[in-house]
């Protein structure tokens, strides 16, 4: 079983992947920013850690990284604050990578977003380019490590129940998928070694989670 990082682990798909780990015996431990959401982590079977990764260095990173196998990125500064999504999302999301890769952990899973990369398109005016141009910064860091790196490119979410059932492929038309879903397929990439330097791009869809990502690889 291996040992799972979760960075931002009190995120709605976070709490939801930290469940499915521990349900399969996986040891989870999770970051958090607020020490009153120990009990919340606790309750889906994953160990609290408080760090906040805003102000934590490369070294203070390297040091909490000890002894895991997978770091999963699942934070974000919620949009709102210009700098601090540069802060979070871009800055702090490039120093995990390299204190992941200073303390030897093999693989590193981004929770990103469909539309992230140079193409974007979002315009400088909208108060969504921020997001845009840090998520599209930290995968183009990704790519460039050392890392065994999984992308994952959800589009829009919902809260809705999950499928189970999605769809996949580079050139997918943006549209809406569970967090329920996302979690999953996050969860069956952190169990299988074999999406290394792989971006899934990915809607609600027909085909069942495992035969989706299976066809990928």
Do not use: C
């Amino acid at each position: 079983m291996a040992a799972v990082t979760v960075i931002g682990g009190h995120g709605k798909i976070a709490l939801r992947l930290a469940q499915q780990l521990s349900d399969a015996r996986h040891e989870v431990t999770s970051w958090i920013r607020n020490a009153d959401q120990s009990a919340d982590i606790e309750e889906v079977g994953a160990t609290p850690a408080v760090l906040d990764v805003e102000s934590l260095s490369v070294e203070q990173m390297t040091e909490a990284f000890a002894g895991a196998d997978v770091v999963v990125w699942s934070a974000g500064a919620g949009g709102g604050n210009p700098e601090r999504t540069i802060a979070v999302d871009r800055d702090a999301a490039i120093r995990s990578m390299e204190a992941a890769v200073a303390a030897g952990v093999p693989r590193y899973v981004m929770v990103s977003y469909i539309g992230s990369g140079p193409d974007h398109g979002v315009p400088q005016d909208n108060p969504f380019f921020t997001y845009a141009q840090a998520k599209t910064d930290a995968d183009a860091h990704l790519r460039e490590t050392s890392l065994d790196w999984t992308i994952l490119g959800p589009s829009t979410l919902t809260d809705d129940s999950g499928t189970g059932r999605i769809e996949v492929g580079d050139d997918l038309e943006p549209g809406h998928v569970t967090r329920d879903d996302v979690a999953t397929v996050a969860a069956y990439v952190v169990k299988h070694d074999v999406f290394a330097r792989t971006t899934v791009l990915f809607n609600n869809g027909e085909t069942p989670i495992k035969l989706a990502l299976d066809a990928i690889v």
